[in-house]
Nanobody, 127 residues
């Protein structure tokens, strides 16, 4: 049974940093891409960043480039999202997800392309 468990959320002041973790278990994720999405109250779930589990190639939404970095540790089956220079508009529940992925494919940014989801972790940025 696939499990994705997020951690690392919390309350932080604007300009601060947080590192989210997503521990993956239940299968081999060799042919998967891992993504981070977020959902604020009353808004649709939106793409943040994705990474190829195999190659480590990444893709990020324009609004987080230069502030957020996605990475993975294959030995720990864990994906990270380092978030710097946080803004109040970054406040949301952040979800980790896994998508079947083939070598050379573009990294997926649509939520419907992801097969497995974690429960999410709350990030609140105060002004």
């Amino acid at each position: 049974q696939v499990q994705l468990v997020e951690s690392g959320g919390g309350l932080v002041q604007a300009g601060g940093s947080l590192r989210l973790s997503c521990a993956a278990s239940g299968r081999t994720f060799y042919n998967y891409a891992m993504g981070w999405f977020r959902q604020a109250p009353g808004k649709d779930r939106e793409f943040v960043a994705a990474i190829s589990w195999t190659s480590g190639s990444t893709y990020s939404a324009d609004y987080v480039k230069g502030r957020f970095t996605i990475s993975r540790d294959n030995t720990k089956n864990t994906v990270y999202l380092q978030m710097n220079t946080l803004k109040p508009e970054d406040t949301a529940v952040y979800h980790c997800a896994a998508a079947r992925y083939g070598s050379g494919w573009p990294l997926p940014s649509m939520p419907t392309l992801y097969n497995y989801w974690g429960q999410g972790t709350q990030v609140t940025v105060s002004s």
